[in-house]
């Protein structure tokens, strides 16, 4: 059902699912660079650009803004795979935060992430899910282009954390980590 | 504690995202065009109700290479890009100065102006005033043209 794929080794790995031709993180700057696929996910949702808290953004330039921020964090990661572990002030522990599980409980979008759209402050809404086993240790499960409110965010979340879910049940299965492991879900 | 020995047995190095990311970033300016054509292609398709597959057929290429296209990740050629304004009468390349905000009326406007400055240099110095033109813009690019064709 899973394979794993090494993308930088001792600290970024990614879940290879079954199903799919390449691994989760591998897909998802694949997505992101893919224009046909942007453009039919925005036309799907843009109902959720056409409003104040995006600022109105046409999928024109939410197309050319996820790209923009992709390939952002795309260089960051490269910089990082690079360096390696070598620097502590550069690693993955600075582009992951903790999982904010408000957004799986509930639609409103929490107040901390109003300014993802607007100024120098904004927010990405692009999302890598993974687990973190050890300090700079990472296991990408998945990923997604966060809109929210109106969005069936719920649907589309909780399937996210129910692959979160079960890749910790493959690793407690595999000898990986232990039952009771400090694991934590993170979001990039 | 995890270990990580036994993720290291269990993983392979079958990922391709570091070659492609590097592939991406080594690309990324003629991407970045590409990228752009892809956007006014698509919409343009969707606005129309043109299919890939019939797009293909006006620009006599196949449909898995219009496909590459409006993915966005075709280094295309002039003459594609040409095959592409003519079938769907859009604008994929403007020069310099231009810009895809220019509205198509503005546009027409300057191409009356330019036809002025070939015909009759006094005509289009008065026009200026009239079509509200930023002198430096004026300077830069009537006259540059003037010189060019008339050996100013």
Known sequence: MFAVETIIENSLYAIKYERNKRNEFSKLFKEWSDIEYLESFFEKHKSDLQKEFYNFISIEDAIEQTIEEADELEQKVIKIAENGKTNNLQNLQTLFKPLNKKDFEKYPIPDYEKTKVYGSAQKSWLRIYAIRIESNVFIVTGGAIKLTETMNEREHLQKELNKLNQVKQFLIDEGIIENDSIIDFIEF | ?152
Request: contains cysteine.
């Open chain 2, 1 to 152: 504690m995890a270990n990580i020995n036994k993720l290291n047995n269990l993983a392979t190095n079958n990922s391709n995202w570091l070659e492609e990311a590097k592939n991406r970033q080594k690309n990324k300016e003629w991407l970045k065009h590409s990228q752009k054509i892809a956007i006014k292609v698509l919409r343009t398709l969707r606005e129309k109700s043109i299919k890939q597959k019939e797009l293909a057929a006006m620009i006599s290429v196949t449909p898995q290479q219009v496909n590459k296209i409006v993915k966005g990740k075709e280094n295309l050629t002039l003459e594609t890009i040409s095959k592409l304004e003519n079938a769907l009468e859009i604008k994929l390349i403007f020069s310099k100065n231009e810009s895809k905000s220019i509205s198509k009326s503005f546009k027409i406007e300057k191409e009356y102006v330019y036809f002025h400055i070939y015909s009759n240099r006094e005509t289009i110095v008065n026009k200026k005033t009239d079509y509200n033109l930023n002198t430096e813009y004026f300077n830069h690019n009537c006259v540059n043209e003037k010189s060019a064709n008339y050996g100013y």
